[in-house]
């Protein structure tokens, strides 16, 4: 069988393996990528990264994509790859479990166990709006584990190993954070009627935002080869996250519905990032699909906040 050998370099030039990477001539990415962490143990697969050498003016290569094969890439003989260590690795179904598992553990304890929060204030009974905000947030997260269980599908099985505690301290800090001032003794309450309107729409929002992962789930089938397609159908035909539209509209709702400035900033945090993950998932489908030899160009959408974003 023919094969290939390549010549491995770390970003600053250092060649990391002296006898270069001996693979068959059709070896995929994922066949690269076994094979160095045969001969050198401690990187294995999932925090590695190879790149292309960089063109003339850029400053980084094009990264080598698992699935695919590295004549795709016109490797051969005595070619050149970087390699760079992404770091201890972690999967995205554990991160999100954990992440979520947070709000639903943290939230309850303001709600029944106000003495050990609030002092020696006298805890008033429980408002409406208190009430449904818990079973809200309840429902949300509960709604999360079960996608993160069921539904969603990884473009990337890992993310660093940081990422665990970051997300965590968000989730977590946030949720006792809204949770403080929600069930506060102090607290009060909106108008009954505002509250059972917005947690109304805040709901709607939640199963607008269930479809949509169903239907980014049915991109990518089980062991299916199929790549990168266009997201259609339901509010896809007008936007490219709206996944996240609905998430944001939810969390709207849900301060209006509470009236606090603690869940506002919820929101408004949690829309930021959102917003900076839209433009990128919205820029990558239009040069994925520029409409050029033969591609499908991507039609013209709203990224995620119509008629503003």
Not at 166 to 190: D, E, M, Q, R, S
Not at 248 to 268: D, K, N, P, S, Y
Request: aromatic content about 16%.
């Amino acid at each position: 069988m023919a094969t290939i050998k390549l010549v491995v370099k770390s970003r600053g030039g250092r060649e990391l393996l002296p006898d270069g990477l001996i693979l068959p001539y059709n070896a995929t990415v994922d066949d690269l990528k076994a094979r160095f962490a045969e001969l050198k143990p401690y990187f294995y697969p999932s925090r590695q990264r190879f790149t292309l050498p960089p063109r003339e003016g850029a400053r980084s290569g094009e990264a080598l994509v698992s699935g695919k094969r590295l004549s795709d890439y016109g490797l051969e003989d005595g070619s050149v790859l970087v390699f760079k260590d992404l770091g201890p690795q972690i999967s995205y179904r554990t991160v999100f479990f954990w992440e979520y598992l947070g709000p639903l553990l943290v939230y309850p304890l303001f709600y029944f166990l106000p003495q050990l929060f609030y002092g020696d204030l006298k805890v008033p009974e429980k408002s409406v709006a208190q009430n449904l905000a818990l079973a809200y947030w309840t429902f949300h997260y509960v709604k999360r584990e079960l996608e993160t269980v069921f539904v969603h599908k990884f473009s990337h099985a890992t993310m660093p190993i940081l990422n665990l505690f970051k997300n965590c301290i968000y989730y977590w800090g946030f949720a006792a954070y809204v949770a403080y001032f929600v069930n506060h003794p102090l607290y009060t309450a909106p108008p009954v009627n505002r509250t059972y309107a917005a947690l109304a729409v805040a709901m709607l929002c939640q199963f607008a935002n269930f479809r949509c992962h169903v239907i980014l789930a049915n991109l990518r089938p089980a062991g299916s080869a199929k790549g990168y397609t266009i997201p259609r159908g339901f509010l896809f035909n007008l936007i490219t996250c709206p996944n996240y539209t609905a998430e944001i509209l939810g969390w709207v709702a849900f301060t209006t519905a509470t009236q606090t400035a603690a869940a506002g900033l919820f929101t408004l945090v949690g829309a930021a990032q959102m917003a900076q993950w839209a433009v990128g998932k919205h820029k990558r489908l239009l040069k994925t699909f520029d409409g050029r030899d033969g591609r499908e160009k991507y039609p013209r959408r709203w990224i995620m906040l119509p008629p503003f974003f």
